[in-house]
């Protein structure tokens, strides 16, 4: 679908560059180092024609949820002329790593990284690895991948080690994930290699990872992921530019749950119903409105509310209970080998393990009000109310706990509640049938109980889902591997657009609608003009997946430019975005959203039969002006972009992509 707005406005000029050598260099990388052409993530394909035996498979698909606190790994192998709804995922378990962890992760594994002060591969020691003493470990590492920081995870000792530790070590946030990502990779390949015998040696086999991020994060910290994974994945047998890819968390939970539904329960949704996916993490927490529009031949999805996301995940519960334990049994100190501090340290920690493994999901339930949770530890360690005793236990009551879960409980609720809300507004708020909950902090007892009461007060009838058996803490891995086996494009034809989105145009002024304020006189045409915003999409609005959008723009090069030895000519049209309406002027509402960057062959430039040549007012300097455009597709969890110029694709794939912070 071709839109060129500049066309259709009078005197108006996209000006996405003055020159070719007019390019700015003020927009971040993702997150510290990035090698050079790491583009912006391909959607997930509807399928591969691939040959191969007909016996074997002739696809590997691995999902991987990357999370704050744990990540998991899923897999299957893909048979031709087999339903792909019915493919087998199975989930790595770590079987060889776990050793005395805990058995009840839902196939997780923890997100940490423990460091010594090189680099060595030898001296990191990560997961379920027994991190030596004093080695620099490195925590919540993912949302240090999102630069808008809009719920003080900042101030999170966790967060704040990991930000020291990352100086420290010389290391980008970046960085630091993808060195995870390997790590999590390589573990995980053991496991698989050994369920399906060299396979990943098999090169007839094509192997396709799908990553998820948060519904709720910014294309920045989106695009951030994949840089990591980008990195981790390089030359390990992986096509990234092909077959790494991302979808968003919530998305990838959906599928999983309806589909399982769709075989166990088939009544349970039908088609025109809506349903409420609450993704709860360890860090983020994504909320999310699907439509079911088809349930046969395969699962078809509309997405009607934009999904909305917090940093709420069950971490923060920790961030609350720490001051609470501090005031029982004194402030945090570092280890220094005083055994009084060393007893002390040992103390929290213990507790604090205690309150992950059975205090998150235990409490709330049914004899919660009554019950008081008792922790025991040794060696004993001084009262600090009373420092001529000693205590080896703490006990927490019920009105201590409530005080440390409600107010994230609270942040939860307020994202459902506005998912329903946007539904009585769109009048479907009749068709939701079920709020599902998913991922690790979903297992609590009392945020089920909590999301009830909540329901129950708005005077709703509508079903609290979760899933048995470890399926809820699985689902986004799970449903992410379920995703390219199906296609994506095939299961999500609608979702919602997440901000305003324009360019900025320049118009020949006029008084008798622009301000004095805003005229400026051109530089190159000597016209008084004046800076626009053209709006192509509005915030809320529906886009089909893997729509194009045609975005005309206005390029002007010298001569001494287009007559030079060079074969290339960089192009780099901006987009902007508001989430404050939609404002004429490029005002204080107004963000630069993204830059696009496209080496262009200069030839397709010189026989152009759009070119006009105009020489710079009270200048000899002479300009080339022609038009392009740039071409946009719609994905789940990212934008495509290309170049098109006298109606044909001259660039297929930018050579860099970067959003603005």
Not at 331 to 352: F, M, Y
Not at 465 to 483: D, F, P, R, T
């Amino acid at each position: 679908m071709k839109i060129p707005f500049f066309k259709k406005l009078k005197n108006v000029k996209a000006t996405a560059n003055l020159t070719a050598n007019d390019i700015d260099s003020d927009s971040t990388s993702a997150g510290g180092y990035i090698p050079e052409n790491i583009p912006i993530p391909s959607t997930i394909s509807v399928g591969h024609k691939r040959r191969s035996s007909r016996r074997g498979p002739h696809r590997l698909v691995i999902g991987i949820d990357f999370g704050t606190t744990h990540s998991g790994v899923s897999y299957a192998l893909i048979y031709h002329g087999k339903n792909p709804e019915n493919v087998k995922v199975k989930q790595v378990n770590w079987h060889f790593m776990i050793g005395d962890a805990t058995p009840n992760l839902g196939g997780k594994i923890p997100s940490i990284i423990g460091m010594e002060k090189t680099n060595d591969e030898s001296d990191v020691y990560w997961g379920f690895q027994k991190i030596p003493s004093g080695c620099d470990i490195f925590q919540w590492m993912k949302i240090l991948l999102e630069p808008f920081d809009t719920s003080g995870y900042q101030d999170s000792s966790h967060v704040q080690m990991t930000k020291n530790f990352l100086d420290k070590h010389g290391l980008t946030a970046v960085e630091l994930v993808s060195k995870y990502l390997r790590l999590i990779w390589n573990a995980a390949k053991v496991e698989i290699d050994a369920y399906e015998h060299q396979i990943f040696e098999r090169a007839e086999i094509e192997k396709t990872v799908v990553l998820s991020v948060p519904a709720g994060w910014s294309e920045k910290a989106t695009q951030n992921t994949y840089a990591a994974a980008a990195l981790a994945f390089r030359d390990q047998g992986i096509d990234y530019k092909k077959n790494l890819k991302l979808i968003n968390e919530p998305a990838a939970a959906a599928i999983h749950v309806l589909t399982q539904e769709k075989k166990d329960r088939p009544d349970f949704v039908k088609e025109e119903d809506c349903v409420i996916v609450c993704d709860a993490g360890g860090g983020t927490v994504d909320v999310v409105t699907f439509q079911v529009t088809n349930m046969s031949p395969h699962l078809v999805l509309e997405e009607k509310v934009a999904p909305k996301g917090g940093l709420c995940g069950s971490i923060y519960l920790d961030k609350a209970f720490e001051p609470v334990l501090s005031s029982m049994i004194g402030q945090r100190k570092p280890r220094n080998g005083n055994p009084l501090v060393d007893d002390l340290e040992n103390a929290r920690d213990i507790v604090t393990k205690q309150f992950n493994r059975e205090v998150k999901t235990q409490f709330g339930g049914e004899h919660s009000k009554s019950r008081v949770f008792t922790t025991s530890f040794y060696p004993a360690v001084k009262d600090p109310q009373n420092p001529e005793t000693e205590i080896s236990e703490l006990r927490f009551t019920f009105e201590t706990l409530r005080a440390i879960f409600e107010p994230i409980c609270h942040k939860i609720w307020f994202l459902i509640n506005s998912q329903i809300e946007k539904l009585e507004e769109l009048n479907l708020l009749h068709k939701l049938k079920v709020v599902v909950l998913v991922g690790g902090f979903g297992n609590s007892q009392y945020l089920r109980q909590f999301l009830r009461e909540q329901l129950a007060r708005r005077g709703s009838s509508v079903q609290l889902k979760m899933l048995a058996n470890g399926e809820g803490i699985a689902s986004v891995a799970k449903g992410a591997v379920l995703a390219e086996a199906i296609g994506i494009t095939r299961i999500f034809n609608v979702f919602v657009a997440r901000h305003n989105i324009g360019v900025e145009a320049c118009q020949i002024y006029d008084p008798k609608i622009h301000s004095r304020r805003h005229r400026f006189v051109h530089s190159i045409t000597g016209e008084d003009s004046v800076y626009t915003v053209v709006w192509f999409v509005e915030m809320g609005s529906p886009i089909r997946n893997s729509i194009t959008k045609e975005i005309a723009f206005i390029f002007w090069v010298t001569d001494s430019v287009l007559n030079s030895e060079a074969t290339r000519i960089p192009i780099t049209p901006r987009l902007l975005l508001s989430d404050e309406g939609r404002p004429r002027h490029p005002d204080s509402a107004v963000r630069r959203f993204v830059k696009v960057e496209f080496d262009v062959d200069k030839e397709h430039i010189l026989h152009s039969p759009l070119r006009e040549k105009l020489t710079k007012k009270n200048s000899t300097e002479t300009y080339h002006r022609f038009d392009y455009f740039l071409v946009i597709t719609w994905g789940i969890a990212n934008l495509e972009f290309s170049c098109k110029i006298d109606g044909k694709v001259v660039v297929a794939r930018p050579s860099t992509v970067s959003y603005y912070e």
